[in-house]
Structure formats: structure tokens, C-alpha cells
């Protein structure tokens, strides 16, 4: 027998001994009994929302390699958040969320802010969903918890707990245990996988976010250089997984059946390592891959597996599959290596304000400083961003898992809050359309009262540009609520703490975007941009 002890005390120090001693969140009544008394070794990071806790977090557990936790107030926070949580499901990130429930006296008689079915409200968006039956319990559905959303696939799972519990006698210490975070490929398989690409004449590697979440960056390069393949990011990817001005590099694959095919064309052997075959955004009419094209599929979820339409697959951790194959196959010096990707040589000839969006990425590329983390939620110019603003280092782009706007804003908060937590010192680039913006606004407060290394880029074309897009594309004229006049996003910004900008130019951005990365605060610089027709 342990000794005895409150569930808090038990629970705070099983916290400690998993290093998960940062709380993300917005408290309430419901939540207050687990925060009362917060120790001075643990660190209460507070936003505005439900929907900016989660993302923050999400972007801290992304940046730092260590699940986080997430304290929300009872179904209505748990419902506010849901956007980022499955933003953060999709992405993959480790996080353990709680709620608080109502008192377990009351909870029969359906009370003010009972959680109804607690356990099912997250669901399908985590991983396990779970309230102890017992007070007693709670410390050790903890540690399951942890378990659970760290083991791959990793993600989020969620805790609901009734506030009287936090009080209540238990036996300590909990138990403590370490889980295994990678899954080692079927050797035997994997090596027939190895002989496929050493036969093949023009193979194409395609690497997803997986392989820079497993610290896969140099392996794929090894890998690359070895086959003299043709490398592609995967549709839709919410990290950099190759360096994208490396000769080998080809561009991003396609977002639709008929582009990604398109692409293809001409590699006998498609090699996709760390993404789903495939992440598809419109539909235009295609085949899945061009005919005469074989594909392997290396991904450490069953599920992704599973959906995937064509190819043959193993499960395994992305790094250690990659180093395995690098190993095994045989040396590509006899293949013809291909053209390197053409990228725009001069920025574009000045058109007078508003911008167009490939000047003003090409300023941002001419003032780029070193060692810069992108966070890009600007759905209308990722084409912009792909040609101007390679990534060029592990860990320096990150996006939204999940297609939901309103990630970007509060997740560059997260990133900084990771890196200062790592003692790692970048400065953190959010380019975010003014759509996006105003979702999660409200994370702006946390980066001013934390005092971050932020630049946010806020590029306001007046309209959700990407849907009128897709309005042409889906032939669907006459859609409503498209644009947006009126937004004063500097004023917004100033009020809740960061300094602010409007720009008009070139020379303008340029100076500004320079002068807000030197100041080291965080900082909103408005560029008013042109409205231009994605190409879906």
C-alpha cells in the first residue's frame, strides 16, 4: 500500500514524473478544484477561447516532441475546441485533454454544465475517450491517457473528471510506466519492397509529414541521393519533410485525382513514405495512378493504410523504414537524375498597390530571415509560398492537418511557446489570409502577454478567395458570404497588446516585415493584396 494522499497531489506528481508540467487552457468553475493551488513548477498557459487552447498546444507537443496538456471547461469548451482537436487528430499530435464534470452527487440529476455523455462528445476526433469511475482511478486513467496518445499512430485523447474528485483520499504514488513511441517495420517485407525499387526504371518518392515528425529529414535525403529519385511532397502536407531546394526535389504533388496522376506520368514506381495515398482537395475526374505505375506505402497507421485505394503497404515508423530501405536498395548511379525544379528567378514586375501575392512572397523571400519557422494558413497562395519560400531545414513549416481555418494563428503561438521552452531561439513567420485571422483572433493576447518572437503576415484580399475558386471550379455561381469588408485587423491587433502595421508596397512590406523580425515581439503587418483565381 502507498501512502495516502489527495487525488491532486498524486495526479500533479505522476504530471512531474511525465514531464507534462505546462497546462494549456481556460478554466472554469467545473475545472477550478484541479487547478487550485497550482505549484510554482508548472506553468498555466492561458488563451482566450477553447479553439486557440487546443491549437496552441497542438503546435507546443509538434514543436518540443513531448505530448502536452489541455484543461477545458466541461461540454461547452470541449465543443469550442473542437475544430483544433481534430485538427490536432489529424496531424497526429499527442495530447491529453480533460474537462472537468460536474460533482458525482449531482451529476444523476442532469445539473448546469453537466457534461452529457462526456465520453462520446470528443468522438470520432481522439483516440480514447474516458471518465474514471472512481475517484481512485483518476491518476491511473492519467497515465493510460499518456499511454495512449504518445503510442503511434500518436494523437489526442480525453479525460472527463468530476470537480469533487480532484479532493478526495488515495494510495500514492501512481504507477509510472514507459511506452514504446515507434513501431520497427516487418524487416522481411520492407526487403521486398527494397528489391522493387532497385528494379525499378524511374522511381518517385513521395514523403509525408510523418517523416519530419520521426526525425526523418536526413534519412529521406540519404534515401533520395542513393535511387537518383524524383522527390514530391505529399498533397496537403502540415510539415516539410525534404529539403525543398534540393536538386532531387520536384514540387508538391497535386491536391486532385487528375493532377497527382498527372505528375506521375512516367514513374514506374511510386514510393510514398509518411503521408495517405492520397490527401485529395477538389475533385477532377482521374485516375488514381497513371497506368503501369506500381506504388508501396510505408505509414505507421493501420488506418491510413487501410484507405488507401492502390498500392501495397507496411506498417512501420517512417525513419526507421527509410533508413532500413537506404540500406537495402541498390545504388541509382545508372538512372537518369531528374531536372532540377524551376523556381521563379527575378520577383515580379511591380503591378502598384493592392500587391499581387507573388510579390509580396517575394519580398518576404528577399527579407527572409535564418532559421525561420513558417506557419501558413493563407489557403488562396500556397502555390506563392511553395515557390518563393522553400523549406530548407527539419521543423520549419507547419499547417493545418485537418482543412479547418482559424489553426495558424494560435498555433504560431504555440511554436514559439515550444521553442523557448527548448531554449531553441527562431523567429516565427505566420502568414495567415484575413479570413482565417479572425477565427481564433484571440491567440494574439496570449502572444502579447508572453512576449513571443512573432511576425504575423496578414495578407487581406477582402474576400475568402480560395471558395470563389472553388465556385468556379464546382460551377456554382451566386454563392454567398464571400467577402469581407470592413476588417480593421491593425486595430484588432493592437487591442489586444501586439503592435501593428498597414502596408501598401514592396518597399514598405520589406521594411516593416524586417523591422517587426528584428524587434523580437510579437507584431501584425497588414498587406493588402489583390484577389487572384486559385488553381485547384
Known sequence: MGTASTVHDVTYDLLRSLKMTTVFGNPGSTEQTFLQNFPDDFTYVLALQEASVVAIADAFAQTTGRPALVNLHSSAGVGNGMGSLIAAYHGRTPLVVTSGQQHREMVIGE?????REA???????????????????????FMRAYAVAVQPPAGPVYLSIPLDDWNRTVNGPAVVREVSTRVAPDIERLSRFAERISRSRRPALVFGSEVDRAGGWDAAVALAEKVRAAVYSAPLSDRASFPEDHPLYQGPLGLSFKEVSDRLTGHDLVVVVGAEVFRYYPYVAGDILPEGTELLHVTDDPAVAGAARVGDSVIGDARLSIEFLTEKVGDGAGRTQPSPLRRPEHPPQSSGAPLRPDEVYATLAKARPQHAVFVNESTSTMGQHAAWLPNVEPGSFYGTASG?????????????????????ARPVIALIGDG????????????????????FVAMRNHEYSILKSFAELEETPGVPGLDLPGLDIASLARGFGCAAVEVETTADLEREFTAAVESGRPTVVVVTTRPEKTQL
Open 111 to 115: 445539473p448546469y454544465l453537466g457534461n
Open 119 to 141: 465520453t462520446t462528445l470528443p468522438k470520432p476526433w481522439v483516440k480514447w475517450s474516458y471518465e474514471p469511475a472512481r475517484a481512485e482511478d483518476v491518476p491511473e486513467a
Open 404 to 424: 479547418g481555418i482559424g489553426w495558424a494563428l494560435p498555433a504560431s503561438v504555440g511554436v514559439a511557446l515550444g521553442d523557448r521552452d527548448r531554449r531553441v
Open 436 to 455: 482565417s485571422f479572425q477565427y481564433s483572433v484571440q491567440g494574439l493576447w496570449t502572444a502579447a502577454q508572453h512576449d513571443l518572437p512573432i511576425t
